[in-house]
């Protein structure tokens, strides 16, 4: 139940406006950084919730299906160009994604990924990685500017990244998948 108090912490920490306007000066950190930990703290708090409210997550998210999908609603939101600007310059737009992304992304994700099949699971990281490596293309060999708060310089920085954790994201399923064979062996 301590650990709570530090999520807790951390999430505030994390929306005070020095630390928000010093993630979100630089792009990749912006997206790569500052939205994942929402994302994760959103996950560390979901048990919290769950007892608090285990009637709600019993009758809307029965066999995960709901939840997986909120939360891929939400993530493909957030990778959009037009959603990073939005978040900066529109105060109401921020406030929207220190909300959704910890509750309508995180809470979602960490109450459905133990109630869905090891298919689901491997269809939802093969789905972002062929989002992450669309992203990544995008991002890098796109000739126009696609975030006007950021230089091009740092819209390339970002699609690299995104292809590089597509890259984590092959390797994590060829390892499973190679694991799993030799398990059957």
């Known amino acids: 139940m301590k650990g709570i108090y530090y999520v807790i912490t951390l999430y505030i920490f994390l929306m005070l406006p020095p630390v928000a306007n010093l993630m979100e000066s630089v792009m990749i950190i912006h ?23 285990p009637r709600f997550f019993e009758e809307w998210n029965p066999n995960g299906i709901p939840g997986i999908l909120l939360f891929v609603i939400v993530m493909f939101y957030w990778t959009l160009p ?4 939005e978040a900066l310059n529109l105060w109401y737009i921020e406030l929207f994604k220190f909300i959704s992304l910890p509750f309508l ?6 109450d459905s990924w133990k109630k869905v099949s090891a298919s689901v699971k491997n269809g939802l990281i093969i789905l972002f990685t062929l989002l992450f490596i669309a992203m990544g293309w995008l991002y ?3 000739p126009n500017q ?10 390339i920085t970002l699609g690299w990244g995104f ?9 994590y399923i060829a ?4 694991t799993d064979l030799a398990e059957n062996i």
């Open 175 to 178: 390892y499973s998948y190679i």
């Open 140 to 142: 890098i060999w796109s």
């Open 163 to 171: 292809l590089l954790t597509a890259v984590c994201m092959i390797s």
């Open 105 to 110: 992304a995180g809470v979602p994700l960490r």
């Open 82 to 85: 037009r959603s990073m600007d």
């Open 146 to 155: 696609l975030c006007n708060n950021y230089l091009l310089i740092d819209q």
């Open 31 to 53: 997206m790569h950084m500052q939205m994942t930990l929402f994302v994760i703290i959103g996950f560390l708090l979901a048990p919290v919730l769950q007892k608090k409210f």
